[in-house]
C-alpha cells in the first residue's frame, strides 16, 4: 500500500520505522505492519506474540526490561496513542555500541515504530495520560529468562525527562540490578548464547 521509510540509528542495528499514512478530515488510515513490507525493506522477523500496555498517568517508567539467552527477543514497538520516551540499551558483549543507551520519541500522532534487536534491554517513560503501547515480538515470554536492570543506573547515565524520584514504577522495576552489579552475577549477557 505504502512505502516505509526506514532510518538507521546510532545504535547498532536498531531500526527507527515510520508507516506510510494517509489522512483527511475524518482522521487516518495505516498500516501498522505489512509483512511482505517489512520484508521488502529488509526486516526480516517472524513476529509470533503481540503485547499491549496502558499506562494511565504521565510519569509512568517501566524498564530496563530483557529477555536472556534463547529466550531473547526481537521488538517491534509503537504507541497507538499518547507519547513515550522509549529507551534501550544495548547489551551485547562485543557490540561496537556495548553499554551504549538512546533514546527516541513514539507517539500517537508521528507513528514511528522502533525495531528493537535482542540483545537491548528496554524501557519507556509515558510523557502523556492514557499511553497504550503495543509490541510484537519473535519469541515467546519466559518468566525464568527475565532480566533487568536498574533504570537510574549511574554507568549509563540515562537522561529521562523527568524526576525519576517521582517516576511511577512497579516495586520489581525500583529494585533491579545496576547494569554493573548484573555483570557481576551473569558473567555474559548476550555475547555467547
Avoid at 57 to 67: D, K, N, S, Y
Avoid at 127 to 144: G, I, M, S, W
Wanted: with cysteine; hydrophobic share 35%.
Amino acid at each position: 500500500m505504502g512505502k516505509l521509510i526506514v532510518k538507521e540509528t546510532k545504535l547498532q542495528d536498531v531500526k527507527l520505522i515510520t508507516p506510510a499514512v494517509f489522512g483527511d478530515n475524518r482522521g487516518f488510515f495505516t498500516e501498522s505492519y505489512s509483512d511482505r513490507d517489512f520484508k521488502a525493506a529488509g526486516i526480516d522477523f517472524d513476529f509470533i506474540q503481540d503485547n499491549h500496555s496502558l499506562s494511565t498517568q504521565a510519569g509512568v517508567l517501566r524498564g530496563l526490561h530483557f529477555q536472556r539467552g534463547k529466550a531473547a527477543q526481537t521488538k517491534l514497538i509503537r504507541v497507538a496513542t499518547g507519547a513515550v520516551l522509549d529507551v534501550i540499551v544495548d547489551l551485547r558483549k562485543g557490540s561496537p555500541t556495548y553499554k551504549q543507551w538512546e533514546g527516541y520519541i513514539l507517539s500517537e500522532s508521528n507513528h514511528r515504530q522502533l525495531l528493537v534487536p535482542k540483545g537491548y534491554a528496554h524501557g519507556f517513560v509515558t510523557l502523556t495520560d492514557n499511553v497504550n503501547f503495543l509490541y510484537k515480538c519473535d519469541n515467546y515470554y519466559d518468566a525464568e529468562a527475565d532480566g533487568g536492570i536498574f533504570f537510574k543506573t549511574p554507568e549509563l547515565n540515562i537522561d529521562w525527562p523527568i524526576d525519576l524520584d517521582k517516576a511511577i514504577t512497579s516495586e520489581k522495576d525500583a529494585n533491579q540490578p545496576t547494569l554493573t552489579e548484573f555483570e557481576k552475577d551473569n558473567p555474559f549477557i548476550y555475547g555467547e548464547i
